[in-house]
């Protein structure tokens, strides 16, 4: 951090001594070193501020869509479970048909929804 502190100052710096040659060749009179600084953290903070309101959608946020509901639907046919591979008659719809135990493969399936 040492180190990048020091380059940020010394790019400054650099910056303040070729700014001031420009304004001198104008005839103006250059501000201090402070003012500098300060200025280029102003110009610097509105333009991070204006690209963040850019990027907001205008209409507020996106409203947060509900999950389908998981339940398990017994069938007429077995398959395999996808979390055991023992057979089963149960599938989770919502999953894409998934076949999955009555309660433990369910239910690890399902602990992160």
């Known amino acids: 951090m040492k180190i990048f502190h020091f380059g940020f100052n010394q790019t400054m710096v650099n910056a303040y001594v070729m700014w001031v040659k420009d304004i001198e060749a104008l005839g103006l009179s250059a501000s201090t070193h402070l003012a500098f600084k300060i200025s280029v953290g102003r110009h610097l903070a ?3 501020i204006n690209a963040r309101q850019k990027l907001r959608c205008p209409l507020g946020p996106a409203p947060r869509r509900r999950h389908p509901v998981h339940t398990l639907y017994q069938s007429d046919l077995k398959w395999q479970c996808v979390v055991c591979d023992c057979l089963q008659k ?3 719809r919502p999953c894409g048909n998934k076949w999955m135990c009555l309660e433990e493969c ?3 399936k399902h602990e992160r929804l």
Do not use: R, S
């Open 106 to 108: 369910y239910w690890a």
């Open 46 to 48: 509105e333009d991070a």
């Open 90 to 92: 149960w599938l989770c």
